[in-house]
């Protein structure tokens, strides 16, 4: 018997990257997996891949008449859900004085709202005992030139689940946050970044982190899944899965 076995599970930004690391280790472990994408591209390359062993629902974010649909049909499907991982994340880089009002809303519409309007309309689903864990950033210690609207959305995430974390504790519901930080993905973590611009981000990072390197999608999966499942008596709480950057960068490493 897998160690999810019997399980169900949601995730929230699951076909590509971080979510779908996390994904394959809860199929791994006999979970019953509902995942989520904007792109039907990816969407299309997951139900290829997984078959019937997954459901995958197209759902965006920025939309919170798409969470309504997504809770009816997590009830249709699953009937409820004993941990939800909320994935979802977009990031470009500017100065903050060159940052338009279309830019913040895009980036705190999706980043923000689509997170905290995704776990208001999946709550009722949450079984007693269940777990949420959301993914938010190194930013969160650090602060970066360039990533003011990124940090301050992935910031209120962070609160969120603090916050969530209290309202949910008399449900026995725990609500925590892993925070990466140069991680290795399809995207580089940068929507719409060239290949030229990822290879100097890529570099960089590894320059930054004291480890030296990118962490792997599966290495953030396990703390993910850790926080979701082991640490059960663990809630509030942001576990960093950077390397050693957000200290580093703080003066205290």
Not at 137 to 153: D, F, I, K, M, P
Request: proline letters at 3%.
């Amino acid at each position: 018997m897998g160690v999810y076995e019997g399980k169900r599970a949601v995730v929230v930004g699951g076909t590509h990257g971080m979510g779908l690391g996390v994904v394959e280790e809860l199929l791994a472990g006999g979970a019953q997996v509902l995942l989520t994408g904007n792109n039907e591209e990816n969407l299309a390359e997951v139900r290829g891949r997984f078959g019937p062993r997954a459901q995958a629902v197209r759902a965006d974010a920025a939309r919170v008449g798409d969470a309504d649909v997504l809770a009816e049909t997590v009830r249709q499907t699953l009937g409820g859900v004993d941990f939800l991982h909320v994935n979802v994340g977009v990031a470009a880089a500017e100065p903050f004085t060159e940052v338009s009002e279309e830019t913040y809303e895009w980036m705190f519409g999706i980043n923000a709202r689509g997170a905290y309007f995704t776990v208001q309309r999946l709550a009722p689903l949450l079984a007693e005992g269940g777990s949420v864990v959301f993914t938010t950033s190194v930013t969160n210690a650090t602060g970066t030139a360039g990533l003011s609207v990124y940090t301050g959305a992935k910031a209120a995430v962070a609160g969120f689940a603090r916050s969530f974390a209290a309202e949910l504790l008399p449900r026995g519901v725990r609500v925590n946050s892993v925070a990466p930080g140069f991680i290795h993905t399809r995207s580089g973590g940068f929507t719409g970044a060239s290949e030229e611009e990822r290879a100097a981000i890529a570099a960089a990072g590894d320059q930054a982190t004291p480890m030296g390197r990118h962490g792997t999608v599966a290495e953030v999966a396990r703390a993910v899944l850790f926080l979701g499942f082991e640490a059960t008596f663990t809630t509030g709480a942001e576990l960093p899965v950077d390397g050693g950057i957000g200290p580093a960068l703080q003066g205290l490493a």
